[in-house]
């Protein structure tokens, strides 16, 4: 499946949680990226000017990370993608990528829908995890202590790409290349819009209905129902 959804929408928080009861890899392309940029394989140095602007890297650059990732053992039983595809162009890369590898097409696409000024305040809070990649909003899902992550004790930092200017740029290029997969994927009837408002728990649960039928998915905790069978038995 995809995760659809502008900067900061909540992608990357959903797919960490996703990823636990689906038992799926999540496939973040800007994780791949920033592990390229850090590690300083050729790739990551081509990239990060790019990321750096808030400029999609381009494609030569993302569809190898990508069809390698899916490729992987771990991706056979299905994955995430979070990030991946951006422009309609990806999206078609995609198709042929899993049409080679799997003969299957993708099962669902997830689009998160957030108001602009929420995804501003989302963005300008968020911290992550340098170990182990948790994601953290100072007000809205702050950790215990200060700057360091509750799972991993990591230290959390700020993107530099979370700054107001690039994140601007982010949004526009969101609204002229990513947007239209709206369209894409809505014409072939695997597109679920869902409000990406509220708690994450309340987005995963939103979520989660709109992936009826495709995860094996634990039952939902059960709302205490009157019995039925007759006293004493
Ligand atoms: P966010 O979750 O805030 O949308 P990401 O971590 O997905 O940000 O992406 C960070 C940056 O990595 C992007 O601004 C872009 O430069 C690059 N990037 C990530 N995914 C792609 C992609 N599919 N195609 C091109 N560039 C990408
Ligand atoms: P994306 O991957 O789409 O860029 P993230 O998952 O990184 O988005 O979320 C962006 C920021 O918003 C993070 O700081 C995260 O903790 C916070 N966040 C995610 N989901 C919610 C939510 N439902 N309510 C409030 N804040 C959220
Ligand atoms: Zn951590």
Request: some cysteine.
């Amino acid at each position: 499946m995809v995760l659809l959804g502008p900067p900061g929408a909540g992608k990357g928080t959903q797919a960490r949680m996703l990823r636990e009861v689906a038992n799926v890899p999540q496939v973040a392309s800007g994780d791949l990226l920033r592990a390229a940029v850090r590690t300083k394989t050729p790739l990551g140095v081509a990239a990060a000017g790019y990321m750096d602007r808030g400029d999609l890297v381009p494609d030569e650059l993302v569809l190898n990370l990508i069809e390698e990732r899916l490729n992987a053992p771990d991706a056979q039983a299905g994955f995430i993608l979070d990030g991946f595809p951006r422009s309609v162009k990806q999206a078609e890369a995609l198709r042929a990528i899993l049409v080679r590898s799997r003969g299957a097409g993708l099962d669902r696409v997830i689009a998160l829908t957030v108001p602009d000024e929420e995804i501003v305040r989302r963005i300008s809070g968020r911290r992550t995890c340098r170990k182990c990649g948790a994601m953290y909003h100072v007000t809205f899902e702050p950790p215990r202590v200060n700057g360091v992550c509750d799972k991993c004790g990591g230290e959390l930092y700020q993107r530099e790409d979370d700054s107001e200017e690039t994140v601007r740029n982010r949004l526009k290029i969101y609204d002229s290349t990513t947007r239209p997969l709206l369209d894409y994927y809505g014409k072939s009837g695997i597109l679920a819009l869902i409000d990406g408002t509220g708690k994450p728990e309340q987005v995963e649960s939103r979520v989660q209905t709109a992936l009826a039928g495709i995860l094996p998915l634990p039952p939902r905790k059960k709302v205490q129902k009157p019995s039925v069978r007759p006293a004493g038995k």
